[in-house]
């Protein structure tokens, strides 16, 4: 009986011992699952706040980058279009010299003024017919105009002068992003064009005008505010004028056109 008692008791022992073993070891297998499992969404969150800070930090350049492009394209001077269309008809034969002369000297003001974009001048003489003498060349290429430049004599065709040039200027695709001021100069009224009318050619300036051209009209000796003349082609009437048919009027038409060049590439 007592080593039946004693038996019990070994082996009431050995279970004990077993279960409080089993018991330690599931408590640390739970605790290494607990710790492996904390350490598992500790790294999930790390990844994802390192994520969300990466993302934050690549939003911000990019804003910064586009501030600062934005900035640069609002401070960088729009290169220019400086477009002459001039009357060459046989009454400007008294006015040549002092269309050379004031031509020459608005390019060569516009020529010292490297700071504010490029200009880009194209100069067309008209009378029964036009002709370019510069398309579209760097201003600083421009030579002094000179007396077998402007030769003058014949009619005037301005309405096929004004409706080709400008048609065919705002077809180039680089005009979009630059600065366009076109001054027409004559001494008289159109009275031989064959391809444009009034209205066609009033339809052509507005669309221009749109597009942010300033288009500027002298009339030497007539009446710029006539509907035969300047008004006429819809031409806003702030940039219309009248001069005389003198060499004070041309200095007067070409002053302005200097002028006014200077403030839209300065951007006033």
């Not at 201003?139 to 002094?144: N, P, V, Y």
């Amino acid at each position: 009986m007592k080593k039946i008692l004693s038996c019990l008791l070994a082996a009431t022992s050995v279970f004990g011992f077993c279960a409080l073993s089993y018991t330690s070891s599931a408590a640390e297998v739970s605790e290494q699952q607990s710790v492996q499992e904390s350490e598992e969404v500790s790294e999930q969150q790390s990844i994802q706040e390192s994520a969300e800070v990466s993302e934050q930090q690549s939003v911000q350049e990019s804003a910064e980058v586009s501030e600062q492009q934005s900035i640069q394209e609002s401070t960088e001077a729009k290169d220019t279009e400086l477009v002459f269309i001039i009357d060459k008809s046989g009454s400007m034969s008294g006015l040549k010299s002092d269309t050379i002369g004031n031509f020459n000297s608005v390019i060569n003001e516009q020529k010292k003024d490297t700071e504010n974009g490029k200009v880009y001048v194209t100069t067309v003489m008209f009378n029964q017919i036009h002709s370019k003498v510069h398309d579209r060349e760097d201003i600083a290429s421009i030579a002094e105009m000179t007396d077998s430049d402007y030769i003058a004599r014949g009619s005037t065709a301005l309405l096929d002068a004004v409706g080709d040039i400008l048609t065919d200027l705002s077809k180039a695709e680089s005009i979009k992003e630059r600065n366009v001021v076109v001054a027409i100069i004559t001494d008289g009224y159109e009275n031989c064009s064959k391809k444009y009318s009034k209205n066609q050619v009033k339809e052509i300036i507005e669309s221009c005008e749109k597009d942010g051209w300033k288009i500027l009209f002298f009339g030497a000796g007539v009446d710029a505010f006539s509907d035969k003349s300047g008004a006429g082609l819809g031409i806003r009437k702030d940039r219309l004028w009248t001069v005389d048919h003198s060499r004070s009027g041309v200095d007067k038409a070409f002053g302005c056109v200097s002028d006014i060049v200077r403030d839209t590439r300065t951007g006033k």
